[in-house]
Structure formats: C-alpha cells, structure tokens
T-cell receptor, first 110, second 113 residues
Framework: QKEVEQNSGPLSVPEGAIASLNCTYS??????FFWYRQYSGKSPELIMF????GDKEDGRFTAQLNKASQYVSLLIRDSQPSDSATYLC??????????FGDGTTLTVKP | EAGVAQSPRYKIIEKRQSVAFWCNPI?????LYWYQQILGQGPKLLIQ????????DSQLPKDRFSAERLKGVDSTLKIQPAKLEDSAVYLC???????????FGPGTRLTVL
C-alpha cells in the first residue's frame, strides 16, 4: 500500500463545474496536509494547506480533512481551463517527513 | 523575495558518468528537500535536511547518490555512476520548518543515455 494514494485520473470536467480530487494516507501520525498544483513541465506550487479536521476555503478552492478516515480532498468550484494541471497531495508526519502522492490530472474543457 | 535556485536546468550524460546538482534555498529556510520526479509520478523524497543535519534519507540510493548541505544553506546532490533509470527531474525545495509548506525550485531535467 502506498503511503499517499490519489486517483490517477485523468479527471475531466466542463468549464464552470466543480472538480473533486481525493487523497488517502496511511500514517495516522500525519499532521499537515497540502495540495500542490503542477503544470506540465513546471514545478509544484502550493494551492492549499490544512491541519485540522473540517473544511478550509480559499477563493474557489476548498480543502477537506477527515483524520479518522485518513482522507483529504480538494474541491475546485467554477473550474476554469487554467485549472487544467496535475494536483499533488502531500502529507507531513509529526516528525516532519514529507510524502507526495502520484497526482491526479485534471482537464477542464471549455 | 528570491525563490529557490537550482542549476543546471538541463543535463545530458551517458550512463556510468557522474553528475552534480546545486540548490540554493530561500534565505532563512531551515529545511531543504531533494526530490526525484519520474514522468507521470509524484515527487519522491530522496533526502531531507534540517539545517545541515539529515532528517530522512531512507529512499536515497546510497551506493550511487550522495548529498550534502554545508553551513546549512546551499546543497549539492551527486550521482556517481549514473544509470539509465536515473533519468528524471530533480527538484529542490525548502521550507521554514519541517512541517510547513514547501517552495520548489525550477528543477533539473537529467537525461541518461
């Protein structure tokens, strides 16, 4: 079992729709959770981070964390073609070890 | 604020040759990471430094890879000798502390022929 698992996709949504990206992790000691966006040929850049159970909203993005289920998700509302990218889920343990999933590729069709 | 700097951006070598990558993190960032990203996969942590000490190098192939972070600032990652399967993008990232957000450099694309 991988430490951080994501649906590989590709996920395709029409412009204006909600895109839902999911991630599960295996280490119950994980403390901080991150979503990075990576455009083709570019480096990852941070979209959202979340540390506590519940929802965290930032503009069109909402991160959701459920530590009991070891599950974190990212919702993108009003998806735009510019949101087309690979989304990486990253998990840090309390010891500070960082593990990334393999990413979900999102395509937003005009 | 200057970002994470990496060089070179691209490198092509033949198998069994050696190669070195350099990274300069954001000023004041105590934690520095080296990742290997193979096409279609997520970044795989090779080594993590906290200042100039190693926090995690469990996935570093120590028979061929080495890394150092002198004076807790710049870092170099070396591969000697390179294999075909080392072809990947090598990403350097830094963060203020080990549980915080990471800032990535532009990466070095390595091709081993």
């Amino acid at each position: 079992q991988k430490e951080v698992e994501q649906n590989s996709g590709p996920l395709s949504v029409p412009e204006g729709a909600i895109a839902s990206l999911n991630c599960t992790y295996s280490d119950r000691g994980s403390q901080s959770f991150f979503w990075y966006r990576q455009y083709s040929g570019k480096s990852p850049e941070l979209i959202m981070f979340i540390y506590s159970n519940g929802d965290k909203e930032d503009g069109r993005f909402t991160a959701q964390l459920n530590k009991a289920s070891q599950y974190v998700s990212l919702l993108i509302r009003d998806s735009q073609p510019s949101d087309s990218a690979t989304y990486l889920c990253a998990v840090n343990t309390n010891a500070g070890k960082s593990t990334f999933g393999d990413g979900t590729t999102l395509t937003v069709k005009p | 604020e200057a970002g994470v700097a990496q060089s070179p951006r691209y490198k092509i070598i033949e198998k069994r040759q050696s190669v070195a990558f350099w990274c300069n993190p954001i000023s004041g960032h105590a934690t520095l990471y080296w990742y290997q990203q193979i096409l279609g996969q997520g970044p795989k942590l090779l080594i993590q430094f906290q200042n100039n000490g190693v926090v995690d190098d469990s996935q570093l192939p120590k028979d061929r890879f080495s890394a150092e972070r002198l004076k807790g600032v710049d870092s170099t990652l070396k591969i000697q000798p390179a294999k075909l399967e080392d072809s990947a993008v090598y990403l350097c990232a830094s963060s203020l502390e080990s549980r915080g957000r990471q800032f990535f450099g532009p990466g070095t694309r390595l091709t081993v022929l």
